[in-house]
């Protein structure tokens, strides 16, 4: 996976803004994509998944998009809330494992 | 349980010493997986079973790292003679078809 060692990029957003995350991938034969949210001293948790023959998919005020052509992920968090702060990370699964892509903190301001 | 449990959660070792972390997967999870993070990094593979079977061990960093799942359940990720390089938050996944759940991790400290 991709690492930036101690300087992770933040994203500062205003409670009750959108936000929007990137995140580049590295094989262009994955198929399944996953973002997922880890807060402090827990294991990173499931937000939304998208296969490889979709480019958009919608959860509860989550929007992940897929470009395949540029190797491009993003997530969209509508309407951020302080719980949403939390370092996302997306991941690629070309195979069993798990490929993880650099993480960005999103910190919310109330 | 409801979900992944690793223990301990926190495990302080001396350098040298051996150190083994467990893992109890979700029930009836086939596939299981070891991760490793540093600090302010991604988790990094390590290690996949599927049932008792370690089908991808390619991320071990070295000999001293040893994993096993002899009853296609609980798993055992072992460190021998710990370096301060393995200082890391020790991650177990398992998943039922591809969606993997984590746990909370263990975190290793090797002073």
């Known amino acids: 996976g991709e690492s930036v060692g101690l300087h992770l990029p933040t994203l500062s957003v205003q409670e009750g803004d959108n936000s929007i995350i990137n995140c580049a991938y590295s094989?262009?034969?994955?198929?399944?994509f996953i973002w997922y949210k880890q807060e402090s001293g827990k294991g990173p948790q499931f937000i939304i998944d998208?296969?490889?023959?979709?480019d958009k998919r919608q959860g509860q005020r989550v929007t992940v998009l897929l470009n395949k052509t540029v190797k491009h992920l993003s997530l969209q968090i509508a309407a951020t809330q302080p719980g949403d702060s939390a370092v996302y990370f997306c991941?690629?699964?070309?195979?069993?494992?798990?490929?993880f892509g650099a993480g960005t903190i999103l910190r919310v301001k109330s | 349980g409801a979900g992944v449990s690793q223990s301990p959660r926190y495990k302080v070792a001396k350098r040298g010493q051996d150190v083994a972390l467990r893992c109890d997967p979700i029930?009836?999870?086939?596939?299981l997986f070891w991760y490793q993070q540093a600090l302010g990094q991604g988790p990094e593979f390590l290690t996949y079973?599927?049932?008792?079977?370690?089908?991808?061990k390619s991320g071990l960093p070295s000999d001293r790292f040893f994993a096993e799942r002899p009853e296609g359940s609980v798993s055992t990720l072992k460190i021998q003679r710990t370096q301060q390089e393995d200082s890391a938050v020790y991650l177990c996944?398992?998943?039922?078809?591809?969606?993997?759940?984590f746990g909370p991790g263990t975190r290793l400290t090797v002073l």
């Open positions: 996944a398992s998943s039922e078809v591809r969606e993997q759940f």
């Open positions: 029930s009836g999870h086939v596939s």
């Open positions: 991941a690629e699964n070309p195979g069993n494992k798990l490929v």
């Open positions: 998208i296969r490889s023959n979709m």
């Open positions: 094989n262009s034969a994955s198929d399944y």
């Open positions: 079973f599927q049932n008792e079977a370690q089908l991808d």
